[in-house]
């Protein structure tokens, strides 16, 4: 009789448990679409003539992104079992960890002797934070800060208290760091391919012999490499626009414009979304989007590198 009374309540709760256990999947599921989605374009309106203004807020804009929605670190939320966004934002951190590291070192220092601004190397420092830790201190707190200095930064800029030199050979190493992240992420990109398994170091110990390098990439790890490319890409495009702002006296009287354009064209064109990332060989009916977007990545690198000749020698 008690077994019968246990069964009967049992029996009595088993809608509600299939109700509560739909409502999270449900939820879960909500939130991970959510948070699947790549940022759209940064629409900044330029109101003040101010040198280096646009450059500080695109970066600013992308740390908000950023510590507003930072996925890398995430242990007790649905959105860990997401993978792809979280390389997208370590992409993006990565360029704009290049872009502050430069203010600091060059962009905002009349000579290499003169004082590190001392808001500039804050932010440097706040963004050099492990992306995947969660607290004591977490990624966002260590983004938020970053984000509060320069802000600062751009006030003293406002102010005359800070600066940002917009000339040449400033430019030629911003664009030179940007050549050399591309340079790292473009080969995370070609080495995709499964019949890929090792390639010739760059830099053998002699001429005689031959070292080799595994590059095999795991088929789970492909849509890894290609996400962060398109982190970088992101962030980079958007550098772009800022530059041709900020430098546009520069780059008109190098005569230089139009290639920028061409440079924020092909960025433009890393934005695809593939329904699923493939690896396919180049015999395979199945596409190989990381060999696809490599393509892209790499011709804007190059226009890059001729944009450093045409500043240096235009």
Known sequence: MKKFVRFERLKGKGPLLILIISAFLIFNLIVMIRNSRKPAPLKIQKTEDIKGAYFIKVNMEIIKQMYKRWLPNDKFWPTIFLDNIPNFQIGQLEAVRYNIRVLRDTLSRLRSTDRLDPFAEAAFTALSNDPYK???????SKWKL???????????????????????????????????LMGGTNTRLINAPPDVKKVLEVERPSKSSKSYVEVNIPWYKVDDNFYYAQGVAYVLRESFKAIKEDFYQVLKDKNSLQLVDKILEDFRRCDFEPLLVLNGGPGSIFANHSLNLSSIFNDARQKIGSLIVALREG
Do not use: M, T, V
Not at 134 to 140: D, I, N
């Open 146 to 180: 970053a984000y509060k200095k320069l802000s600062i930064y751009l006030e003293n800029l406002r102010n005359g208290k800070a600066h940002f030199y917009p000339r040449a050979d400033n430019l030629i190493e911003l664009l030179s760091q940007y050549a050399s």
């Open 134 to 140: 969660w607290w004591f201190p977490s990624a966002e």
